[in-house]
């Protein structure tokens, strides 16, 4: 089991993509890529992206995000969204925990979040801006996890 898993629900940019692959396989994480993909696993950008850290990355492309839950329902999901005041630092992270962003243009479905409100996590940012770009907000949270459980990699 890894010690941090790392969900992308529907990603757009395989750029974005590439890079979180490579912060997984840098950080020990594992990458879920969750329903529709923008683009091919095959795509030049994505692979330029990820260098040579591909051999490196336990990846698993899953159908749908509630696949997941259900075949790790002993798990913790965080939802990471702008839509909520729950501070990304206030959580107290466990080995194996699930860090699920959406997609870049849409972020995670309303439904979702309204089901998941106590597992929503938000990084801080000035009142005037929208959003952090998604490989920026991945590898705040995977380090915050990696700071919090003392992991030596």
């Known amino acids: 089991m890894s010690y941090i898993n790392v969900v992308l629900y529907e990603p757009e940019i395989p750029q974005n993509t590439g890079n979180i692959a490579r ?5 020990d994480a594992k990458l879920y890529l969750v329903g529709r993909l923008g ?3 095959s795509d030049k ?4 992206a990820g260098l040579d850290y591909w ?5 698993e492309q899953i159908p749908s995000l509630d696949d997941l839950i259900n075949r790790n329902a002993h798990a913790n999901f ?5 839509k909520t005041k729950n501070k990304y630092t206030d959580i107290k992270y466990q080995k194996g925990d699930f ?4 997609p870049e243009t849409r972020g995670i479905p309303e439904e979702i979040l309204n089901k998941n409100k106590n597992y929503c996590a938000t990084i801080p940012m000035k009142k005037d801006t929208r959003s952090l770009n998604l490989s920026n907000s991945v590898a705040i949270a995977v380090y915050e ?3 919090q459980l003392n992991i030596n990699l």
Not at 23 to 27: E, F, G, K, T, V
Not at 78 to 82: E, I, N
Not at 99 to 102: E, L, Q
């Open 23 to 27: 912060l997984c396989a840098c950080c």
């Open 39 to 41: 683009f091919s696993l």
């Open 45 to 48: 950008f994505l692979k330029r």
């Open 55 to 59: 051999d490196k990355l336990e990846i």
């Open 78 to 82: 965080y939802y990471f969204t702008t």
């Open 99 to 102: 860090f699920v962003f959406g």
């Open 145 to 147: 996890a990696i700071r």
